[in-house]
């Protein structure tokens, strides 16, 4: 016989830009170091490579807030339809 399924733990918000930002940091060292100690012509991609993390890491913690915040707001916009329709959130 089965185990019951034990309940989802709480979920942990924190503030998301402070890991996009130190990858993002990551990356420009990784940057500096490489053109600091030159690169073969063989290994140049790798300069691409760390350009590229460091633009998604731009645009991601420059996307955030924006996605967090839009995510709020459809959240509060359901629960005011289910309020108006005389539902209750879930709790």
């Excluded at 073969?40 to 760390?50: H, K, L, T, Y």
């Excluded at 350009?51 to 955030?64: D, E, K, N, S």
Aim: charged share 25%; hydrophobic share 45%.
């Amino acid at each position: 016989m089965r185990k019951p399924r034990r309940p989802d733990p709480d979920v942990h918000e924190s503030d998301y830009r402070v890991p996009a930002a130190l990858g993002t940091l990551a990356w420009a060292v990784a940057l500096v170091v490489l053109l600091a100690v030159g690169v073969p012509e063989s290994e140049r991609w790798w300069i691409g490579v760390c350009v590229t993390g460091i633009a998604l890491g731009v645009f991601g913690f420059l996307y955030i807030p924006r996605l967090l915040r839009r995510r709020s707001e459809a959240e509060a916009r359901r629960d005011a339809e289910r309020t108006s329709r005389g539902t209750v959130p879930p709790a």
